[in-house]
């Protein structure tokens, strides 16, 4: 009887066990951010006044997964308070994650649909989440990963209608077609190395639909992370060829390294340098570095002075510390020295562009709920002026506080 009993109760818990398999979750995630913009981006002429708004970001999130299947579809809405009528339907709703991926043994998936593409520290292909809307890509993406190894391949093909002639395409993205592979080796616990290399070739159309043409850029380079004991190291460098919308030949290169250092629940220590190629005027070859889809604030400073491609290169010579004040509040502050990597010919300035002060504070309330608020200061050069035609001698400062609740509303197996 007992051993009846027993093959009974085993029976059950199989049976439980292989019903919940499947996991069904939905999460939220409201951002709200206030900012005072007193010369953010962009130098301040004389006679423009500061400007006061609030972004909103508000995202919906259903996810389902099971041994070999995970679907994700996220909905968000975007704006600033009051940018349209109560009488007009939204035009800020989007879906920023839509994808479905199997997976298949041993580390083996595919993924399709709409997914964000980051990497590493996301210097050339990242999520961008400090903007309302974030990066996402419309991809194709196979992958293996283990716990040394991780590859993946990934490919996009984009139109803007589906009856379009001869596939010519130069909007809403800012490419037609993308290849790619990034690698990673991470070598655990002996030696806590990580190597990442990174390949892509990015198309992108020129001319019109009956005379355009792809253009190609590839962007090749590798990332690495080394941490041991309480140092953290770090290095990247990529080197770009080909061509672009505006040059039929590019040769374009970026460096940086960080060195940090960690007191645990103390402080954490901080220095790095970073280098963009950029032109100097006298070469009509294009020599400045495009990060492409990088998330560009986490470098140059928080004010964003500095994203994209920038036409005579960037030296930042940075400076920072952590610390820990309690348990659940953080403290940042950050140095830039930034300067121009290059001197422009038929322009009588200097390299040194200006100095950059951030400071940033977060603190979490709830296990889902976390206040931010940070506060940066510009002091230009007259190389600034020329390269933006402002007035560097004008009190240029930024300040913003930001609300991110983050809760998960849902979750269920079966």
Not at 130 to 157: I, K, M, P
Not at 272 to 296: E, I, K, M, R, V
Not at 340 to 368: L, W
Request: proline letters at 3%.
């Amino acid at each position: 009887m007992r051993i009846k009993l027993t093959l009974l109760l085993t029976f059950l818990s199989l049976s439980v066990s292989a019903q919940r398999e499947n996991l069904f979750t939905i999460d939220a995630q409201v951002r709200t951010r206030g900012e005072y913009d007193n010369g953010a981006h962009h130098l301040r002429n004389e006679g423009v006044e500061p400007v006061l708004f609030v972004g909103n970001r508000t995202r919906l999130t259903l996810g389902y997964q099971r041994k070999n299947l995970e679907l994700r579809a996220s909905g968000q809405y975007t704006g600033i308070w009051g940018d349209e009528s109560q009488q007009k339907s939204s035009r800020h709703l989007s879906l920023n994650e839509a994808w479905g991926k199997l997976n298949f043994q041993p580390g083996i998936f595919v993924q399709l649909g709409r997914m964000p593409l980051a990497y590493d520290d996301e210097r050339i292909l990242g999520a961008s989440d400090w903007s309302l809307t974030g990066y996402w890509h419309d991809a194709l993406r196979v992958g293996f990963e283990n716990q040394t190894h991780q590859a993946h391949l990934f490919a996009t093909y984009l139109q803007d209608n589906d009856n379009t002639r001869g596939g010519y395409y130069t909007q809403p993205m800012p490419y037609k077609q993308m290849q790619g592979l990034w690698y990673h080796l991470q070598l655990l616990p002996e030696m806590p190395l990580g190597i990442s290399v990174t390949l892509l070739n990015t198309g992108t159309e020129s001319g019109t639909q009956k005379s355009g043409k792809t253009r190609w850029l590839q962007t090749m380079g590798g990332h690495l992370t080394f941490q041991p004991y309480h140092f953290n190291v770090a290095a990247s460098f990529y080197y770009q060829r080909g061509k672009d919308a505006t040059s039929d030949r590019v040769g374009a290169f970026m460096a940086s390294g960080r060195l940090g250092y960690e007191f645990p629940d103390i402080i954490s220590l901080r220095a790095g340098f970073d280098y963009f190629s950029g032109n100097d005027g006298l070469n009509a070859n294009q020599h400045a570095f495009n990060p492409l889809f990088g998330t560009g604030h986490n470098f140059f400073g928080a004010m964003d002075y500095f994203t994209g491609r920038i036409n005579f290169g960037l030296q930042d010579i940075t400076a920072g510390l952590t610390a820990h004040l309690t348990k659940d509040i953080t403290l940042d502050a950050d140095y830039h020295y930034l300067s121009m990597a290059e001197i422009v010919y038929g322009f009588d300035i200097d390299r040194p562009i200006g100095h950059e002060v951030d400071i940033k504070c977060d603190a979490r309330i709830f296990k889902d709920v976390t206040l931010q608020a940070g506060y940066s200061m510009m002091f230009g050069t007259p190389t600034l002026d020329v390269i933006q035609s402002g007035d560097h001698t004008r009190w240029h400062d930024w300040a913003w506080i930001s609300l991110n609740i983050n809760p998960r509303l849902f979750l269920t197996k079966w």
